[in-house]
């Protein structure tokens, strides 16, 4: 008869080989892969790589108690996490990002020198921890932007990255507290191995599905800039309180309630530069200093006007609230919704009752 115990770790053994596998395939395919998005792939490639290594490292220490792993890993996956962020959002990545690999260099090093690394694994984990904490950073600042940017959020939020930042945090914490268990329990430390060995395959995959049904978030920048702008004069031109007159906001409102342009649903910030011919900014700032509102907010309030307005039209008995809606400029049920109640106070069907009541 087999042992239970060793008929366990042996199915785990089994799930690290096939989440190596995977994430070696998954990670070649990307590098190879001809979509749109393929700059921002060549960094998921190469995290998922990174990430078969680390499997593999772990995978070398249960079966063999000894560390076949030709390049130690661990200190790449997250940084190269970062880079694929930025590309994905099409904004310019900064220079000094490439000293966060001098960690994982420095780790080699040692390695190679004969030094047992893991006797600093408590560095590991703060400096992936850290790089976790920039990237939430990062993506709230790409939220904002977007919100400034486009009137409608759909496939455009990188939720799905979010959401793998904090399983790496998950799984840091799930570490943090194996080792310091280890110190007192073998026994546990198995089933804790156990639990990250699945969460890890299933991760992998996640992160292989989504990869790949994200075509790209943006195909340009999201502001335009001059080709003489630097960083510096950015954030300089953003900190200026300029005092646009109330009078350039009132015709830009006027002009997108005339035209009806909030009834595109794909209207962003440059389509609209475009149609009022105005710069893109001094509309950002006009809206963010006289309806201290985002872009997003204040188009979107022309829209739930407008459906109010439908409603009281012979389209109503035409259409469904939806319908009216998408007529409104929404193309998505949840956005409506969302944003309906937030302006109203009630949701679309209850104000449709109480039109009703009231006539």
């Known amino acids: 008869m087999h042992d239970p115990l060793q008929l366990g770790l042996d199915l785990f053994s089994l799930t690290d080989i096939l989440s190596a596998s995977m994430a070696f395939m998954l990670g070649v395919l990307f ?8 700059k921002a792939n060549v960094y998921l490639g ?12 772990v995978l070398s ?169 630097s960083d510096q004069e950015e954030v300089r031109e953003h900190s200026e309180k300029l005092q646009l007159a109330i009078s350039d906001y009132e015709n830009l409102c006027h002009q997108i309630q005339e035209q009806k342009l909030y009834t595109n649903p794909k209207l962003n910030l440059r389509l609209l530069s475009e149609s009022v011919n105005l710069n893109e900014k001094e509309i950002s700032r006009l809206i963010n200093q006289h309806s201290k509102q985002n872009f997003y907010q204040f188009i979107n309030r022309f829209r739930v006007e407008e459906f109010k307005r439908l409603l009281q039209t012979p389209k109503s008995s035409q259409l469904s609230l939806l319908g009216l809606a998408e007529e409104a400029g929404f193309n998505s049920k949840s956005t409506f919704y969302t944003t309906f109640k937030a302006q109203e106070g009630i949701t679309p069907k209850q104000y449709e009752l109480m039109l009703k009541k009231s006539e």
């Not at 590098?31 to 393929?38: G, P």
């Not at 190469?46 to 490292?57: F, S, T």
């Not at 880079?83 to 099409?90: T, V």
């Not at 994200?214 to 702008?229: P, V």
């Open 31 to 38: 590098l190879l892969s001809k979509s749109e998005n393929k």
């Open 61 to 229: 220490q249960a079966i063999i108690n000894q560390n076949i792993v030709l390049l130690q890993t661990s200190l790449f996956t997250i940084p190269f996490l970062l880079l694929y962020i930025h590309q994905s959002m099409n904004s310019s990545i900064k220079i000094w990002y490439v000293l966060l690999f001098a960690a994982g260099i420095i780790q080699n090093l040692i390695f190679y020198l004969g030094i047992d690394f893991h006797e600093l694994i408590f560095f590991e984990y703060l400096f992936n921890i850290s790089i976790l904490v920039l990237i939430l950073l990062v993506i709230r600042k790409h939220r904002e932007m977007v919100n400034n940017y486009y009137s409608d959020l759909e496939h455009k939020s990188l939720h799905w990255i979010k959401a793998i930042v904090y399983v790496f945090f998950a799984f840091h914490v799930l570490w943090i507290v194996e080792d310091i268990i280890a110190f007192q329990n073998d026994l546990i430390i198995d089933y804790f191995a156990a639990f990250s060995n699945i969460l890890t395959f299933f991760m992998i995959f996640w992160i292989g599905h989504n990869g790949f049904s994200q075509s790209e978030t943006f195909t340009k920048k999201l502001f335009i800039r001059e080709e003489n702008d």
């Open 46 to 57: 190469l995290m998922l790589c990174c990430l078969c290594g680390e499997v593999l490292d």
